[in-house]
């Protein structure tokens, strides 16, 4: 599981410049802005879940993982358990040549000047099948508490009822 994420410098250089190259280069950064922050308050349990990845993957460099923002843009990272460093984005052709130029690459923390960021320890929230559901009671059968009176009730939830105070 991610508990820390590592930016490196020329990877948030990139994604500042993205923007300023057009509108698809700014949609691949808004959408890597996206998958970082999902990553970051943990919202998924596996790199499937923080974004789209491409549908080869990448062999050249191991645990490397490669998303696909669109539009021929991409976000290489490299996992290493408990760490996941953010290392090149841009056009296919640039992180495929980044890929190429970092054959082998096995990052360390305290090998580069990176960026890290602790991810929440936010409990994901599994959904539960079906059959494990309690089932509560209808809405017409919910007995409110004898301590709320149902003017209070109308005076809080006036825009619900169409009632002014």
């Known amino acids: 599981m991610i508990q820390f994420v590592h930016r490196d410098p020329k990877f948030d250089k990139r994604l500042e410049s993205l923007p300023k190259e057009g509108k698809k280069a700014a949609n691949a950064a808004r959408k890597a802005r996206e998958i970082i922050a999902r990553i970051v308050h943990r919202r998924g349990l596996s790199p499937e879940q923080f974004g789209g990845l491409t549908h080869y993957g990448e062999a050249r460099i191991a645990n490397c993982l490669k998303y696909d923002l669109g539009a021929g843009y991409r976000m290489v990272c490299i996992s290493s358990e408990p760490h996941l460093f953010l290392m090149a984005i841009g056009t296919h052709d640039e992180c495929h040549r980044w890929i190429e130029n970092n054959r082998g690459l096995e990052p360390a923390p305290d090998l580069f000047r990176v960026e890290s960021l602790a991810v929440k320890n936010r409990p994901v929230k599994r959904p539960a099948a079906a ?15 004898e301590s709320i009176a149902q003017r209070d009730l109308r005076r809080i939830f006036c825009g619900l009822t169409g009632e002014g105070q």
């Not at 059959?131 to 508490?145: M, V």
């Open 131 to 145: 059959s494990k559901r309690t089932p509560g009671p209808p809405e017409g059968d919910f007995i409110l508490g």
